[in-house]
């Protein structure tokens, strides 16, 4: 949907619109169309940015994965409000999502963690993610020392690694206007109902 008509279909859903919006960037043929900037802050109220990927969006919610003990798992056991930010230059568009976060059940990140090549698997046991290293042949030892350990066996999902879903409570869609009048169309959730604005650019 091309936002500067937007009024015209005030009723439109926000996941929809996301999904549209999605699909025409994942048909686009550009790198990482999955790709966002997932926002985060702890206790201390520090923010902290970093890109992520997306692996599935589904019954209102959009699921990534990473180590727990990670920075920004830190951050969201303290404060489990986050933003993500989609930004597709090529479309002139972008997208911005706040909500709350929950660790996914332990099945569904067995489930991925299951469907990612054996190298991946073996990484997410070598990270430490996060934390200091003393050099890159340390992270290259221990990443081979976990593919030889594991090398005629399934390799287990590490209980510090797993999912996330974010479940939305604001989508901002943003559309580059003609003389910077840029299109920003505000869906805020109310209790069950999503209330909409055009908001000025």
């Known amino acids: ?18 999904q549209e919006w999605f699909n025409l960037r994942m048909s686009s043929g550009g790198k990482y169309p999955e790709a966002f900037a997932l926002s985060t802050s702890g206790s201390d109220n520090r923010i902290s940015s970093r890109i992520v990927l997306l692996k599935d969006y589904s019954d ?42 929950e660790k996914l059940p332990r099945e569904e990140s067995e489930e991925y963690f299951k469907s990612r090549p054996r190298e991946s698997q073996a990484g997410a046991w070598a990270s430490r993610q996060s934390r200091v290293i003393p050099s890159k042949s340390y992270l290259e030892g221990e990443f ?58």
């Not at 949907?1 to 996301?18: A, E, G, H, K, V």
């Not at 209102?60 to 727990?68: I, L, R, V």
């Not at 510090?160 to 169309?185: A, M, S, T």
């Open 1 to 18: 949907m091309d936002l500067s008509d937007f009024d015209s279909n005030i009723s439109f859903d926000p996941f929809t619109l996301f």
């Open 60 to 101: 209102g919610k959009f699921t990534f994965f990473t180590n727990y003990n990670s920075h920004k798992g830190e951050q969201l056991a303290q404060n489990n409000h986050a933003a993500m930010l989609f930004y597709w230059p090529e479309m002139s568009r972008q997208i911005r999502i706040e909500g709350v976060v």
């Open 144 to 201: 081979k020392s976990y593919l030889a350990s594991y090398s005629d066996k399934e390799i287990p999902l590490p209980d510090y690694w797993g999912g996330y879903k974010l479940v939305p409570n604001l989508f901002e869609f943003w559309q580059e206007g003609e003389h910077r009048l840029h299109d920003r169309i505000e869906f805020r959730l109310s209790g069950t109902k999503w209330i909409i604005n055009r908001l000025s650019p």
